[in-house]
């Protein structure tokens, strides 16, 4: 059974850092792309970043030059590094696998459970 288990989140003031964790365990094979999301209350769910195993990276304009994504291939582990937060920043954090290739086929939209990221002012 393939899981994604987020981590690291937690309450930091504006200007502070955390840094985001997702593992992804099973019978993995590959996956290409993992990608971080993120949802406020009362917001929809948005996209915050994303990365391949070739490093190509993709960000959201609203954390460019702030957050950075990076990924342990050998370890299926995306993390995410995210400096000078701010209180918009509070949501909570996702990371998602579009698709993962196992032992046993293709698995797709894989999600972790999500680590809750607090900013205060």
């Known amino acids: 059974q393939v899981q994604l288990v987020d981590s690291g989140g937690g309450l930091v003031q504006a200007g502070g850092s955390l840094r985001l964790s997702c593992a992804a365990s099973?019978?993995?094979?590959?996956?290409?792309?993992m990608a971080w999301y993120r949802q406020a209350p009362g917001k929809v769910r948005e996209f915050v970043a994303a990365m391949t195993t070739a490093d190509r990276t993709n960000y959201a304009d609203s954390v460019k030059g702030r957050f950075t994504i990076s990924r342990d291939n050998a370890k299926n582990t995306v993390y995410l590094q995210m400096n000078s937060l701010k209180p918009e920043d509070t949501a909570v954090y996702r990371c998602n696998a579009p698709e993962i290739v196992t032992d046993s086929g293709l698995l797709y939209d894989r999600w972790g459970q999500g680590t809750q990221v607090t900013v205060s002012s």
């Open positions: 099973g019978s993995i094979l590959s996956i290409d792309v």
